[in-house]
C-alpha cells in the first residue's frame, strides 16, 4: 500500500519503519526541510531515534501537498497539540474516501475533543482510525515485540489497518471502541506524570502500585461515564498503556514528573526532556471532561495544582493521603 506518515517524531519514524518491514510504500513528512535533508542524506533522525538506521526503501518529504495526494492512507503522527493545525494544512489535499488514521494520544484543551473528533471536525468523506497501545518508538524500531490495537468505526478499515501493520514483531488487535481506546491513552499521560513525581521525590513501590491502581479508577470511570466500553480500559490501551508509561524509563511523560518530584518547575522538566510531553497538554482537558460528566479524579486534578498552580510535589501528595475515608469501590457490600 501506498502510506504517508505526516510527523517525523520518534513515534511516527518507527510506525514507517514497522510499514516498510511489511513492503509497504512509506513516506516520512517533515515540515522541517532541514529534518529531511539530514533523514536523506544519512537514514538517521539523530534528533528522535539516534543511531537507529532507517530502511532503504523509506522515502522522506517536506512537500505535504505531494505526501497527502500521492498515498492512500495517511498517519496522523503530530504531537496532539499540532493535530488541528496540521489537518488544517492537510484539508485542501484530502480526497473523499482516503483513510487517517491518528497515532497521537491527547485531548484538545478548547473544545475537549479528542483526536478523531478533531479530525471528524476538520475533515469530511474519509475513513478515521485510532492506533494506540504500550509501545515505546525505542523499542518498535528495534523490532521488541509489541502488541497495540486499531480502533474504527468502520469493521473493514480496522482489519485493513490491522493487516497493513501486523508481523512477527508488531501484533494488532481490532475494536470499535474508538473513545475507550482515545480516553485511555490521553489520560494516562497524565497519570504517567504522578508515577514520574513519587519517583522524583524518593517514593518506593507502595506509592507507585497505588498510583498506577487508583489512576485505572479514574480513566476507567471517566470512560465509561462517556459511554466507553469497559473491556477496553481492562486491555491494552488502558490497563497495559498505564503501566507502561508509569514505568518505563522511555516515558517522557514519567520523566517530566520525575523532574518535577526533583524540585523542578513544569517549563524546566519539558526543557530537560527535549520532547513533547503530551500529558502536560492534555492535564487540564482530561479535569475538564471529568467536571463534564461528573467524575472524582482526585489524581489528576493534583497534578494540574502541581503543572499549573504552583503546587509543590509534597502538597499534593499530602492532598491525596488525606482525601476524606471511603471504601474502595462503590458497589462493595456487607454481608
Given at each position: 500500500?501506498k502510506v504517508?506518515?505526516?510527523?517525523a517524531g520518534?513515534?511516527g519514524?518507527?510506525?514507517?519503519t514497522?510499514?516498510c518491514?511489511?513492503?509497504h510504500n512509506?513516506?516520512?513528512?517533515?515540515y522541517?526541510q532541514s529534518?529531511?535533508?539530514?533523514?536523506?542524506n544519512?537514514r538517521?533522525?539523530?534528533?528522535?531515534?539516534?543511531?537507529v538506521?532507517?530502511?532503504?526503501?523509506?522515502?522522506?518529504?517536506?512537500?505535504?501537498?505531494?505526501?497527502?495526494?500521492?498515498?492512500?492512507?495517511?498517519?496522523?503522527?503530530?504531537?496532539?497539540?499540532?493535530t488541528?493545525a496540521t489537518l488544517?494544512?492537510?484539508?485542501?489535499?484530502?480526497?473523499?474516501?482516503?483513510?487517517?488514521?491518528?497515532?497521537?494520544k491527547?485531548?484538545?484543551?478548547?473544545?475537549?475533543?479528542?483526536?478523531s473528533?478533531?479530525?471528524?471536525?476538520?475533515?469530511?468523506g474519509?475513513?478515521?482510525?485510532?492506533?494506540s497501545?504500550?509501545?515505546?518508538?525505542?523499542?518498535?524500531?528495534?523490532?521488541m515485540?509489541?502488541?497495540?490495537?486499531?480502533?474504527?468505526?468502520?469493521r473493514a478499515?480496522?482489519?485493513?489497518?490491522?493487516?497493513m501493520f501486523?508481523?512477527e514483531?508488531?501484533?494488532?488487535?481490532?475494536?470499535?471502541?474508538?473513545l475507550?481506546i482515545?480516553?485511555?491513552?490521553?489520560?494516562?499521560?497524565?497519570?504517567?506524570?504522578?508515577?514520574?513525581?513519587?519517583?522524583g521525590i524518593?517514593f518506593?513501590?507502595?506509592a507507585?502500585a497505588?498510583?498506577?491502581?487508583?489512576?485505572?479508577?479514574?480513566?476507567t470511570?471517566?470512560?465509561?461515564?462517556?459511554?466507553?466500553?469497559?473491556?477496553t480500559?481492562?486491555?491494552?490501551?488502558g490497563?497495559?498503556?498505564?503501566?507502561?508509561?508509569?514505568q518505563?524509563l522511555?516515558?517522557?511523560?514519567?520523566?517530566?514528573?520525575?523532574?518535577?518530584?526533583?524540585g523542578?518547575?513544569?517549563e524546566?522538566a519539558?526543557?530537560?526532556?527535549?520532547?513533547?510531553v503530551?500529558?502536560?497538554?492534555?492535564?487540564k482537558?482530561v479535569?475538564?471532561?471529568?467536571?463534564?460528566y461528573d467524575?472524582?479524579?482526585?489524581?489528576?486534578?493534583q497534578?494540574n495544582q502541581?503543572?499549573f498552580?504552583?503546587?509543590?510535589?509534597e502538597?499534593?501528595?499530602r492532598?491525596?493521603?488525606?482525601r476524606?475515608?471511603?471504601a474502595?469501590?462503590d458497589?462493595?457490600e456487607?454481608?
Amino acid at each position: 500500500m501506498k502510506v504517508a506518515v505526516i510527523g517525523a517524531g520518534s513515534w511516527g519514524t518507527a510506525l514507517a519503519t514497522v510499514l516498510c518491514d511489511n513492503n509497504h510504500n512509506v513516506t516520512l513528512w517533515s515540515y522541517r526541510q532541514s529534518q529531511i535533508d539530514e533523514l536523506n542524506n544519512t537514514r538517521i533522525n539523530s534528533s528522535k531515534l539516534p543511531g537507529v538506521k532507517l530502511p532503504d526503501s523509506m522515502k522522506f518529504s517536506a512537500d505535504l501537498e505531494e505526501a497527502v495526494t500521492s498515498n492512500e492512507i495517511l498517519i496522523l503522527a503530530v504531537p496532539s497539540k499540532a493535530t488541528r493545525a496540521t489537518l488544517e494544512k492537510m484539508k485542501p489535499f484530502v480526497k473523499e474516501g482516503q483513510g487517517v488514521v491518528t497515532v497521537s494520544k491527547g485531548i484538545e484543551e478548547e473544545t475537549l475533543y479528542t483526536q478523531s473528533q478533531i479530525i471528524e471536525d476538520v475533515l469530511s468523506g474519509i475513513k478515521i482510525g485510532v492506533l494506540s497501545g504500550p509501545s515505546h518508538a525505542e523499542e518498535v524500531v528495534k523490532r521488541m515485540p509489541t502488541v497495540v490495537v486499531c480502533g474504527s468505526h468502520d469493521r473493514a478499515f480496522a482489519i485493513k489497518l490491522q493487516e497493513m501493520f501486523m508481523n512477527e514483531n508488531f501484533r494488532v488487535y481490532t475494536s470499535p471502541d474508538v473513545l475507550g481506546i482515545e480516553i485511555g491513552g490521553a489520560s494516562k499521560n497524565v497519570i504517567a506524570l504522578a508515577a514520574g513525581m513519587s519517583d522524583g521525590i524518593g517514593f518506593g513501590d507502595n506509592a507507585k502500585a497505588a498510583l498506577i491502581t487508583r489512576g485505572v479508577k479514574e480513566i476507567t470511570d471517566l470512560a465509561l461515564a462517556m459511554g466507553a466500553d469497559i473491556k477496553t480500559l481492562n486491555g491494552l490501551t488502558g490497563i497495559g498503556d498505564l503501566i507502561v508509561t508509569c514505568q518505563s524509563l522511555h516515558s517522557r511523560n514519567r520523566m517530566a514528573g520525575f523532574y518535577m518530584g526533583q524540585g523542578m518547575t513544569r517549563e524546566e522538566a519539558m526543557d530537560k526532556v527535549k520532547m513533547v510531553v503530551e500529558g502536560v497538554y492534555s492535564a487540564k482537558a482530561v479535569y475538564a471532561l471529568g467536571k463534564k460528566y461528573d467524575v472524582e479524579l482526585p489524581i489528576i486534578e493534583q497534578v494540574n495544582q502541581a503543572l499549573f498552580e504552583g503546587a509543590t510535589v509534597e502538597s499534593i501528595v499530602r492532598a491525596l493521603m488525606t482525601r476524606d475515608k471511603k471504601a474502595e469501590t462503590d458497589y462493595t457490600e456487607w454481608d
